[in-house]
């Protein structure tokens, strides 16, 4: 199994909703990212979690919450966001460990649209 | 910080060659990544450089000049496929095994 799955792949949500997206990887990689991607830019990191532990927050507000449940998943959960958060959402893992290249291998996202 | 440039778009003929340029200013410098992305769909990982000089991979090649902060993505033979994003990406020396992305290049083949 050499693929990232995330769902759903779709997600409309009003403003005052709370709703989780999931991320789930069986290669065996010890680190799982969360990227927001607005349409026509690259993705910005959000959330870097290594050997199950929060290692990264690039500052993102709180109403965005990270879990990972075990090493071969990941969560965000939503709650109370704004229109300007509709992107899509993109969840990487990488091997952490071994050689140096380290590639990060992205899921299909969730695409988004707040109301 | 980071900073990484990159043409927004390039149109490139069936059967020929493009190079894609990127250039980038980072605080540490552990590896520089190239992946394409069709619109819609995730970006997929095409190469990766942390020494100076030249990987190939089949039709895809990429260059680094560290001390000129300096990449480039080389494709041949272009196939109409081929018309995606070519998004390039950074790691910084820190160990946080993050990417940062550069704004991407549109690459669109025609017949």
């Known amino acids: 199994d050499t693929e990232v799955t995330q769902t759903p792949k779709h997600l409309v949500m009003g403003m005052t909703n709370k709703k989780s997206l999931k991320c789930e990887q069986h290669m065996g990689h010890r680190a799982m990212y969360w990227y927001k991607q607005k349409a026509k830019k690259p993705p910005e990191l959000m959330f870097v979690y290594s050997y199950e532990k929060l290692s990264i927050n690039e500052s993102v507000p709180s109403r965005f919450s990270p879990e990972c449940p075990n090493s071969s998943l990941l969560n965000l959960h939503l709650h109370a966001l704004q229109p300007e958060d509709s992107a899509l959402y993109l969840c990487?893992?990488?091997?952490?460990?071994?050689?140096?290249?380290?590639?990060?291998?992205f899921g299909p996202g969730t695409r988004l649209t707040v109301l | 910080g980071q900073n990484i440039d990159q043409p927004t778009e390039m149109t490139a003929t069936e059967g020929a060659i493009v190079q894609i340029n990127c250039t980038y200013q980072?605080?540490?410098?552990?590896?520089l990544f190239w992946y394409q992305q069709h619109a819609g769909e995730a970006p997929t990982f095409l190469s990766y450089n942390v020494l100076d000089g030249l990987e190939e991979k089949g039709r895809f090649s990429s260059f680094l000049s560290r001390s000129k902060g300096y990449s480039y993505l080389l494709l041949k033979e272009l196939q109409m496929k081929d018309s995606a994003s070519y998004l390039c990406?950074?790691?910084?020396?820190?160990?946080?095994?993050?990417?940062?992305f550069g704004s991407g290049t549109r690459l669109q083949v025609q017949p």
């Open positions: 990487a893992s990488s091997q952490l460990s071994g050689g140096a290249v380290d590639e990060q291998f």
């Open positions: 990406a950074v790691r910084d020396r820190t160990g946080r095994r993050a990417l940062t």
């Open positions: 980072t605080s540490g410098f552990n590896g």
